[in-house]
């Protein structure tokens, strides 16, 4: 099994930038796709940003695309999310996860209906207008 965990969020103002950091406890992560997803109060839950381990081809919800970049370090087993020019509709708590296999867009596109794998615990990012 993996094991997943989101670090890195707060509370910032709008214009903001903020890095959040997944560690992914897994024996080769770099066999895995590993995504980050957010989840704002009364909402689904949302597909931001993915990457294929294998071949580094990502994915990018259009709201953040141009603002947040998503990049692993496999040596470190990290996975980070970038975020720039933060708005308040930004608020969600953002999780880390990762799915056995190459990457296929419905699973950032669509997390609700075609869930990856495996997920860690969340971080809280609140961003004040």
């Known amino acids: 099994d993996v094991q997943l965990q989101a670090f890195g969020g707060g509370l910032v103002q709008s214009g903001e930038s903020l890095r959040l950091s997944c560690r992914v406890d897994?024996?080769?992560?770099?066999?895995?796709?590993i995504g980050w997803f957010r989840q704002a109060p009364g909402k689904d839950r949302e597909g931001v940003s993915c990457?294929?381990?294998?071949?580094?081809?990502?994915y990018y919800a259009d709201s953040v695309k141009g603002r947040f970049t998503i990049s692993t370090d496999n040596a470190k087993n990290m996975v980070y999310l970038q975020m720039s020019s933060l708005k308040p509709a930004d608020t969600a708590v953002y999780y880390c996860?990762?799915?056995?296999?190459?990457?296929?867009?419905?699973?950032?596109?669509?997390?609700?209906?075609?869930?990856?794998?495996?997920w860690g615990k969340g971080t809280l990012v609140t961003v004040s207008s």
């Open positions: 996860a990762a799915n056995a296999g190459r990457l296929w867009d419905s699973m950032c596109s669509a997390p609700n209906d075609y869930p990856m794998d495996y």
């Open positions: 990457i294929d381990t294998y071949d580094s081809r990502t």
């Open positions: 897994a024996f080769r992560s770099a066999d895995y796709a």
